[in-house]
């Protein structure tokens, strides 16, 4: 009973992710070719015509895709038991784009976020602990402490998350407007962005104690 409980509750997450990625892929498609008139770009007209800023935004929504997918992968007992080679693979993949792109260019984004100061501090620190976690998950691997590898991961892949849980409160968010005069775009704007990735955190972290506290009680 228990064994179909748990593949069932892994299909919903399955189908529930792949309609957040597809959703988030058709977001991004939207962005090329560039426009300055498109969706978001129209509320940054300060900063979309610097090519600095344009050649991070691009960066950013290329590669986070890449770490959705790539991270995704990390957690399939599937491909990390039958085809370890591929589960590495895609691993080096999520740290290198993590690292090495979809983090820098975050941080460029961040310090122009929309919201004001509220939001940049937000984005600021969601980049840090992204970079921190996913550090730490590289670290704890090279040391072959996987325990330690797989809670670090967890943490990292939640925040890798938040791009998809940003927009689910923004949904969210936008359906209660109504009820609640005080609630203007840019509330909702710095609403979501903090909880697009705490929430995301205090799961990660109760996932990880569960697992712990499961593993010490059997």
Known sequence: MWKILNRFSQLII???FGYLSWLMLKICLNYFPWSDSTNFLVLKQDVVHSQPWRFAFQTHVITSSLVLLAGFTQFSHSIRNNTPRLHRYAGWLYIISTLGAA???????????NGGLSTQICFVILGLLWGTSTL?????????KWIAHRNWMIRSFALTLSALSLRTWKLAL??????????????IYQLEAWLG?????????????????????F
């Open 14 to 16: 399955i189908l529930v």
């Open 103 to 113: 983090l820098p260019s975050g941080f460029i984004l961040a310090i122009s976020a």
């Open 136 to 144: 730490f998950a590289l670290y704890y691997a090279f040391q072959k």
């Open 174 to 187: 936008y359906q209660i407007q109504p009820y609640w005069d005080w609630l203007t775009p840019i509330h």
């Open 197 to 217: 990735w705490t929430i995301n955190v205090l799961i990660a972290e109760m996932v990880i104690y569960w697992r712990t506290f499961r593993k010490k009680a």
